[in-house]
């Protein structure tokens, strides 16, 4: 406070001495009157006239930086315009995908419908035959994605994941009750009309449907002893045995596989506890001809 007094003595001489008009005192005097605390450069500097004052700096951009700019914004512009186009023509393909897919589950869903008469009944041929007319439909439907597929590719895989699984447990499990055995990737891929080297079966989409086929076995083995087949629990057990011991020797991460891998044993723990139930009443034709001997 002290150095602007200092510094504001000058501005007092020169009123004193008649330099400076008293009725009409600078701007920077009554500002440090009222206010002694601010700075005296910043009063002093108010009480200036404008032409003793140094320019502001320049803020005009200049024709490089406009040019620079104007680039930038055209460049962005079109990488924007790319990425519209491209979002349009997936979404197009994704509209012919849903389409296709949308059939598929349909004839899932006829075929699972068909299916289910096996649980109520023995297999009979006609009910089998019934189910077996959705595979051809399936084949088409597979056939037709694939078209699109190769006209448009990219990954959608995705959008017919969960419809590809359950054809797949749906035709394994019809292909069980007619032989007895695994359906296998290649045969699987066959049956759908689907190419390795083109558009083939995903492996864990295979696999999801083998797991799925596994859960409607329990159903169907109580229902059959139920209908009076009382070997069926020990053909299924000796099945799901083997496949659960083949399901060990893959090294499953903990996702979606892994979680329904894990429900396949208690699959097997209820085909083992029908099939324990059937055992020791001798109802099975082994077991019956073992009771009497042990009778005698």
């Keep these: 406070m002290r150095g602007a007094f200092r510094v504001a003595t000058p501005i007092f ?24 605390r601010l700075s005296f450069h910043r ?17 005009s951009t200049t024709a490089s930086e406009t040019l620079e700019s104007s680039f930038s914004s055209s460049s962005m512009e079109k990488q924007f315009e790319g990425f519209r186009v491209q979002l ?11 389409a296709v897919v949308m059939e598929m589950e349909g004839a899932v869903r006829l075929m699972h419908s068909s299916l289910l008469l096996v649980h109520h009944t023995r297999p009979n041929p006609e009910v089998l035959e019934k189910a077996k007319v959705q595979i051809e439909v399936l084949n088409d439907l597979f056939g037709g994605l694939a078209v699109i597929l190769r006209e448009c590719p990219g990954q959608y895989h995705g959008d017919w994941r969960s419809e590809t699984q359950a054809a ?22 066959k ?16 696999l999801i449907g083998i797991c799925f086929m596994s859960n409607e076995l329990p159903r169907y083995v109580v229902n059959q002893v139920t209908a009076g087949d009382y070997d069926c629990p020990k053909n299924v057990l000796k099945f ?12 499953l991460r903990n996702d979606f596989l892994r979680k329904k891998f894990d429900g396949m044993k208690y699959d097997l723990r209820k085909v083992e506890e029908v099939y324990y139930d059937v055992k020791i009443r001798g109802l099975g034709s082994g077991d019956s001809m073992q009771g009497h001997a042990t009778q005698a």
Excluded: C, Q
């Excluded at 749906?170 to 007619?178: K, P, R, S």
């Excluded at 759908?192 to 864990?204: A, K, T, V």
């Design 13 to 36: 001489s020169a009123l004193s001495a008649g330099a400076l008009p008293l009725s009409h005192p600078p701007p920077a005097l009554l500002l440090l009157e009222r206010s002694p």
């Design 43 to 59: 009063l002093f500097s108010a009480s200036l006239p404008m032409a003793n004052r140094s320019p502001p700096h320049s803020t």
């Design 88 to 98: 349009e023509e997936s979404g197009n393909v994704r509209e012919r995908i849903r």
């Design 168 to 189: 797949v447990s749906l035709i394994a499990f019809l292909h069980w009750l007619e032989t007895g055995n695994l359906l296998v990737h290649a045969e699987a891929e």
């Design 191 to 206: 049956k759908l009309g689907l190419d390795n080297s083109e558009f083939g079966l995903d492996i864990e989409d295979y």
């Design 240 to 251: 799901l045995t083997d496949l659960h011991s083949a399901f060990r020797m893959l090294n």
